[in-house]
């Protein structure tokens, strides 16, 4: 029997659902929430295996229109990096601050349900099987680093601090399993802190193997090398860039926006430089919120009230996707991050925003681009408009498909495009934003250039070491000299940089390939462009790469 692109993808997402329960929460498939993945090696040669097969099955199909045919590229594209990457060693030895399966499993627990005795005890079950699950993970993370398979120094250090404040043993956020069960249903609640108890200390145990043993056999060097870089840089943009070409570019922008804020800094403090435009930003008591309560209030109202007044005007937002839920994360990691709704809308659509254990000031000024990266015309829009459109894209579509550069790539451009609509006329909002696109721009000059071990430009537009070579000191200074975020955060996203190669580039030159996407659409339709027909027709795709995004949009006309 024939089957269509659409039912084999259909079949992969169950397939994949049962071998990774913790995606299948994460995208609201039920059955599921009770379990853990295998994360021996077996565990993992079992979904190698299923993507060579998927894969396989889906390029050698004929797709019945224009619809499938986009949805054919898409999983191609994507499953075909995802074996590439295994075939490279990547999958399985992977870890930094942002990315392993211990985080995968640590996470998994802010998106479950806690209405139900029924959804407590799924908690329960799955707290039960943590230590058997990092069991199998210390397994294949062994048996990867006896092949030479293993992520940097710092990587494995900075993770086994992690652990150690997840579990209670170092800052201020306490025991995160214990913090979970707080609230069961008294008839649970003993049974539930025994479970949370067990996964607390399986984490401990597995921060200290982290610690002990694959610290010391990590890389001394942070950069990963060519191969692997020009590889990750596919995989998380969807596209092939000249690498050399787009460090070069990253300078330029980077002085294009730094050139931007201090023009926009003689609005707040008129002959004042950026610097005293912060100050007296950060001194107004009028943009701190004073709280991480009071901050996540405000980021629900904003994000309300965006919904409220773009729909029907600049985007059609169908009803389930009007509510989106503005959170605080229970951890102190810091980053902020947006989680989709379920497929029946039952979980909304999260934003949510973690601060480090030194953060004092909850600042509106910063943060109001950031609801709109994170909500709406951002990832709220974006990723709850694709599960919404299950008459336009299919089930592996709407749930597992997800490309950093179209997804970072789109939310940047959101932001930009409310810098368009008017969005920052207050001087102070439009400092956040532009001090936001610049630490991005940064990022695209260190993530290339430590990685590659590119040289620093001796005619850089900063006149800053010049001719000398990157490494993790130099992107830190960077970054400190090109942000103002406090240094709590600061550290972890020069860590994030250094342990998750090509991953932080992909907002600038995602956002960079969305705006090319939309002026060749304006160059093709003339005067009969219409800017809110062109964003329906794009986030009705789906999230694919970005030169298949770029295919299918000339495709539409």
């Known amino acids: 029997m024939t089957r269509s692109v659409d039912a084999r993808t259909d079949q992969y997402v169950e397939d994949y659902a049962r071998l990774d329960p913790l995606a299948a929460t994460f995208v609201g498939i039920p059955g599921h929430d009770g379990r853990l993945p295998d994360l021996t090696p077996d565990g993992f040669a079992a979904g190698e295996e299923l993507n060579r097969r998927a894969l396989a099955d889906v390029a050698a199909m004929t797709a019945a229109d224009e619809r499938e045919q986009v949805a054919q590229d898409a999983f191609c594209e994507r499953i075909g990096l995802t074996v590439a990457r295994s075939e490279a060693g990547l999958e399985r030895s992977e870890m930094s601050v942002i990315s392993s399966s211990a985080h995968a499993i640590r996470e998994v627990f802010d998106v479950m349900a806690t209405d139900t005795a029924e959804d407590w005890e799924a908690i329960g079950e799955r707290l039960s099987a ?261 008459d336009l894209l299919n089930r592996w579509q709407r749930l597992l498909c997800w490309v950093s550069g179209h997804g970072e790539g789109w939310a940047l451009y959101a932001e930009r495009l409310m810098d368009e609509l008017g969005y920052f006329a207050d001087p102070g909002d439009r400092m956040g934003f532009l001090d936001m696109q610049g630490f991005r721009a940064a990022r695209v000059i260190v993530d290339i250039g430590v990685h ?49 190669p090509g991953q932080a580039p992909s907002y600038k030159v995602g956002e960079k390939i969305w705006l090319e996407a939309r002026e060749e659409a304006r160059a093709r339709a003339g005067a009969s462009f219409d800017l809110k027909a062109f964003h329906t027709a794009a986030l009705d795709l789906g999230s694919l790469g970005l030169d298949p995004l770029k295919t299918a949009l000339s495709r539409l006309g």
């Open 130 to 390: 943590v230590p058997d699950a990092l069991a199998g993970y210390r397994m294949t993370l062994a048996e990867e680093a006896a092949a030479g398979r293993v992520a940097a120094k710092r990587q494995y250090a900075e993770v086994a601090a992690q652990i150690r404040g997840w579990t209670g043993q170092e800052g201020k956020a306490g025991d995160y399993f214990a913090n979970t069960v707080a609230a069961a249903p008294d008839q649970l609640r003993e049974r539930l802190a025994r479970a949370a108890a067990g996964a607390s200390a399986a984490y401990a145990e597995f921060g200290r193997f982290v610690e002990t043993e694959l610290r010391p056999r990590g890389r001394d060097r942070d950069g990963v090398g060519r191969e692997h870089y020009e590889l990750a840089s596919r995989y998380f943009l969807g596209a092939a860039v000249d690498l050399e070409e787009t460090y070069a570019w990253g300078w330029e922008e980077l002085k294009r926006i730094e050139d931007d804020m201090a023009a926009t800094a003689q609005r707040v403090v008129p002959g004042g430089s950026v610097a005293d435009a912060v100050a007296a930003l950060d001194a107004d008591p009028a943009r701190d919120l004073g709280s991480r309560e009071a901050f996540a209030e405000w980021m629900q109202a904003r994000a309300d009230d965006i919904i409220a007044s773009f729909d029907g005007v600049h985007f059609d937002i169908a009803e389930p996707i009007r509510r989106i839920e503005c959170k605080v994360a229970p951890i102190n990691d810091g980053g902020a991050w947006y989680t989709p709704p379920t497929e029946d809308f039952s979980r909304p659509g999260t934003m949510w925003f973690s601060f480090t254990d030194d953060h004092s000031v909850y600042s509106s000024w910063r943060e109001t681009t950031t609801v709109f990266h994170e909500g709406v015309p951002g990832h709220h829009l974006q990723c709850a408009q694709a599960v919404y459109r299950a």
């Open 452 to 500: 590659l071990g590119l040289t620093i430009p001796a005619s850089n537009p900063f006149g800053w070491r010049g001719g000398e070579v990157w490494d993790a000191d130099k992107v830190y200074e960077f970054m400190r000299a090109h942000s103002r975020m406090d240094d709590g955060s600061l550290r972890y996203e020069v860590n994030r940089y250094l342990g998750w």
